[in-house]
């Protein structure tokens, strides 16, 4: 069984910085495309930033130049790394990813628990 698990939220004054990571454990054979998703109390999940298996990245316009996303394969993490926040960043951010489970390439989506972060002065 898989598990996905988020840490490093929090609460961060605007302008300030948090760097979330998301741990996969369990037995797998590989990791195919990461991400971090987000929701606003009153909204709906949206994607943030996310990377593929090949460690291409991409981000939200309203993210991009403050957050980073990358994978570190060997310890089976992602992170993300948020810079400059705003107030409008608040929320649970979740970690997703696709996960090949068997060697015939069959393919589990997991999130993970959820982490807060708020942003406020």
């Known amino acids: 069984q898989v598990q996905v698990a988020e840490s490093g939220g929090g609460w961060v004054k605007p302008g300030g910085s948090l760097r979330l990571s998301c741990v996969l454990s369990?037995?797998?054979?590989?990791?195919?495309?990461t991400a971090w998703y987000r929701q606003a109390p009153g909204k709906q999940r949206e994607l943030v930033a996310g990377?593929?298996?090949?460690?291409?990245?991409y981000y939200i316009d309203s993210v991009k130049g403050r957050f980073t996303i990358s994978r570190d394969a060997i310890k089976r993490a992602l992170y993300l790394q948020a810079d400059m926040l705003k107030p409008d960043d608040t929320a649970v951010y979740y970690c997703?990813?696709?996960?090949?489970?068997?060697?015939?390439?069959?393919?589990?989506?997991?999130w993970g628990q959820g982490i807060q972060v708020t942003v406020s002065a």
């Open positions: 997703n990813a696709d996960i090949v489970i068997k060697e015939d390439g069959t393919t589990w989506n997991g």
């Open positions: 990377i593929t298996d090949r460690g291409t990245p």
């Open positions: 369990g037995s797998f054979f590989r990791v195919h495309d």
